[in-house]
């Protein structure tokens, strides 16, 4: 058991409590993707990727030299 009293126990808890709330968004978004037909989870899968890319992806207007 962890001492609640030592300094950095709220950080962890946060950080714990927002892994958990990310596990659960995967978990309810897989219910909805079990009933998918092939066609569905492909367009999911372009969706996805597109997404991931805006948020993570390299700007490529950054790389250019004008």
Same mark, same amino acid.
């Given at each position: 058991? +962890? $001492?609640?009293?030592?300094?950095? &126990? $709220?950080?962890?808890?946060?950080?714990?409590? %927002?892994?958990? #709330?990310q596990?659960?968004?995967?978990?309810? %978004?897989? +219910? #909805?993707? &079990?009933?998918m037909?092939?066609?569905? &989870? +492909?367009?999911?899968m &372009?969706?996805?990727? %597109?997404? #991931?890319?805006?948020? #993570?992806?390299?700007?490529?207007? $950054?790389?250019?030299?004008?």
């Open positions: 058991m +962890t $001492d609640q009293t030592r300094w950095g &126990i $709220d950080q962890v808890q946060v950080r714990n409590k %927002a892994v958990k #709330y596990k659960d968004l995967v978990k309810s %978004a897989m +219910t #909805y993707v &079990i009933k037909d092939e066609s569905g &989870i +492909t367009d999911l &372009i969706e996805i990727e %597109a997404e #991931y890319e805006r948020k #993570y992806g390299q700007n490529k207007k $950054d790389n250019l030299v004008l």
